[in-house]
């Protein structure tokens, strides 16, 4: 992971924290229990729930350091406080697919929060990217698969 700061919505830093209590309480002692019932079947080198408790173990743990060194660089961005004259990490934009006269709300956020099913995109994302710093109005050109997708960015505010 980067020395760059991590840039969450309060909501995220909620969702952050409370995976780490999870993994750190209950998490933890779910698999000292599946430890401990492999370990009684006795020969370590032959089993598998002993193997596959240690591997959940090993992802477990690795997840904690993940989460706590991005709760220790995370940086809160408040939409409600930001100048809404243009996109930036936090807000919400509501675009129109320019080919499809579709409406389209997206809320952009930092990358540890990115959900495509829920409508977050990372500002790190293709979209995300050349949303930063446009206005009402701008016309926004995404290279994909497919070819380039425009949108017309119709509004900006805060969730």
Not at 13 to 37: S, V, Y
Not at 69 to 81: F, G, P
Not at 115 to 144: C, F, H, M, Q, R
């Given at each position: 992971?980067?020395?760059e700061?991590v840039?969450?919505?309060?909501?995220g830093l909620?969702?952050l924290e409370?995976?780490l209590r999870?993994l750190?309480?209950?998490?933890?002692?779910?698999l000292?229990a599946?430890?401990?019932?492999?370990i009684s079947?006795?020969?370590?080198k032959?089993?598998?729930?002993?193997h596959?408790?240690?591997e959940d173990?090993?992802?477990?743990?690795?997840?904690i350091m993940i989460?706590?060194?991005?709760?220790i660089k995370a940086?809160?961005v408040?939409?409600?406080?930001?100048?809404?004259?243009?996109?930036?990490?936090?807000?919400v934009?509501?675009?129109n697919?320019?080919?499809f006269?579709?409406?389209?709300?997206?809320?952009?956020?930092?990358?540890?929060?990115?959900?495509v099913?829920?409508?977050k995109?990372?500002?790190?994302s293709?979209l995300?990217k050349?949303?930063?710093?446009?206005?009402?109005?701008?016309?926004?050109s995404?290279?994909a698969?497919?070819?380039v997708?425009?949108?017309?960015l119709?509004?900006?505010k805060?969730?």
């Amino acid at each position: 992971m980067s020395n760059e700061e991590v840039f969450l919505t309060k909501e995220g830093l909620a969702k952050l924290e409370e995976e780490l209590r999870e993994l750190k309480g209950a998490g933890r002692k779910e698999l000292a229990a599946r430890l401990k019932l492999a370990i009684s079947y006795g020969d370590l080198k032959e089993n598998s729930e002993y193997h596959s408790a240690k591997e959940d173990q090993s992802f477990m743990e690795t997840r904690i350091m993940i989460l706590e060194k991005m709760l220790i660089k995370a940086q809160v961005v408040d939409a409600s406080s930001m100048d809404l004259g243009k996109v930036s990490v936090g807000t919400v934009v509501i675009l129109n697919d320019v080919e499809f006269a579709e409406k389209i709300e997206y809320r952009v956020v930092g990358p540890a929060e990115a959900d495509v099913l829920d409508n977050k995109i990372s500002y790190e994302s293709p979209l995300g990217k050349e949303l930063i710093g446009k206005k009402v109005g701008d016309i926004i050109s995404v290279n994909a698969p497919m070819g380039v997708i425009k949108y017309e960015l119709l509004e900006i505010k805060a969730d």
